[in-house]
């Protein structure tokens, strides 16, 4: 697979400008998460109360790589989705309490999108995945099926919230907050290829990963899940 990353966008708590990130990199580290909110003032106050941290992550990674451009397809990735709400909505089953049909039709994993579209005014083609270790390239292969049928560019957003406590020792693949957007098109700056083959397990995320190479601090990047070896590189810097 071939694209152009066109640009980029990053959070989580205390990191938000390039140079955050770029430090981050240098000396990556997990984050103390105070349960910090990104900055979503472009919209309007009844919206924002209705968005969860995880909505308000990709909304702010998002929404400026979406200005001032036509309507674009949209690929949102996350593979725990809205697990706090969840978890409210099972808690007050569990005690017989009448549940809120809002927070349930928000706890859904396509609630994010339908939220995008509606904002947005966007009824452009989205799709909302949930994957495993390798997620993100799942994602960028959903993203070039767009742009090969035709899309001028593609929004690829990957979000994950910080689990409950109750998840401690079950949810290990999510150090802290964090929310990455890329916005695609067709090119050859990025080549992302697929081969058989083991190796160890990343230490980070592989979208966090992935900010090395769009902070230009190394050329190319190797990320293993299970049997599947994918491998980023940049032919055309």
Same mark, same amino acid.
């Given at each position: 697979?071939? /694209?152009?990353?066109?640009?980029?966008?990053?959070?989580?708590?205390?990191?938000?400008?390039?140079?955050?990130?770029?430090?981050?990199?240098? %000396?990556?580290?997990?984050?103390?998460?105070?349960?910090?909110?990104?900055?979503?003032? /472009?919209?309007?106050?009844?919206?924002?109360?209705?968005?969860?941290?995880?909505?308000?992550?990709?909304?702010?990674?998002?929404?400026?790589?979406?200005?001032?451009?036509?309507?674009?397809?949209?690929? /949102?990735?996350?593979?725990?989705?809205?697990?706090?709400?969840?978890? %409210?909505?099972?808690?007050?089953? %569990?005690?017989?309490? *009448?549940?809120?049909?809002?927070?349930?039709?928000?706890?859904?994993?396509?609630?994010?999108?339908?939220?995008?579209?509606?904002?947005?005014?966007?009824?452009?083609?989205?799709?909302?995945?949930? %994957?495993?270790?390798?997620?993100?390239?799942?994602?960028?292969?959903?993203?070039?099926?767009?742009?090969?049928?035709?899309?001028?560019?593609?929004?690829?957003?990957?979000?994950?919230?910080? *689990?409950?406590?109750?998840?401690?020792?079950?949810?290990?693949?999510?150090?802290? *907050?964090?929310?990455?957007?890329?916005?695609?098109?067709?090119?050859?700056?990025?080549?992302?290829?697929?081969?058989?083959?083991?190796?160890?397990?990343?230490?980070?995320?592989?979208?966090?990963?992935?900010?090395?190479?769009?902070?230009?601090?190394?050329?190319?990047?190797?990320?293993?899940?299970?049997?599947?070896?994918?491998?980023?590189?940049?032919?055309?810097?």
């Amino acid at each position: 697979m071939q /694209f152009d990353i066109d640009q980029w966008r990053a959070w989580a708590p205390g990191l938000d400008s390039a140079e955050d990130w770029r430090a981050w990199c240098a %000396a990556p580290r997990r984050l103390i998460d105070a349960q910090q909110q990104p900055d979503v003032g /472009f919209l309007p106050a009844l919206q924002r109360r209705r968005l969860s941290r995880l909505a308000r992550m990709m909304f702010h990674v998002a929404w400026p790589l979406a200005a001032d451009h036509p309507p674009l397809p949209l690929v /949102f990735l996350s593979r725990h989705g809205e697990t706090p709400r969840t978890l %409210a909505i099972l808690t007050d089953l %569990a005690r017989d309490e *009448p549940l809120s049909p809002t927070q349930f039709s928000l706890s859904v994993h396509n609630a994010i999108i339908g939220l995008w579209s509606i904002l947005r005014q966007d009824t452009s083609e989205m799709t909302a995945l949930a %994957a495993e270790g390798d997620g993100l390239e799942q994602a960028v292969l959903d993203a070039c099926g767009l742009l090969a049928d035709g899309a001028p560019a593609v929004l690829l957003v990957v979000a994950e919230e910080a *689990p409950p406590a109750l998840f401690d020792g079950h949810i290990d693949d999510v150090p802290f *907050p964090y929310a990455v957007a890329l916005r695609l098109s067709a090119g050859q700056g990025w080549s992302l290829a697929l081969e058989n083959g083991d190796g160890p397990r990343a230490d980070w995320p592989h979208s966090l990963n992935l900010l090395r190479c769009l902070l230009g601090l190394q050329p190319s990047l190797r990320h293993h899940w299970k049997r599947r070896q994918w491998t980023w590189s940049r032919p055309h810097p």
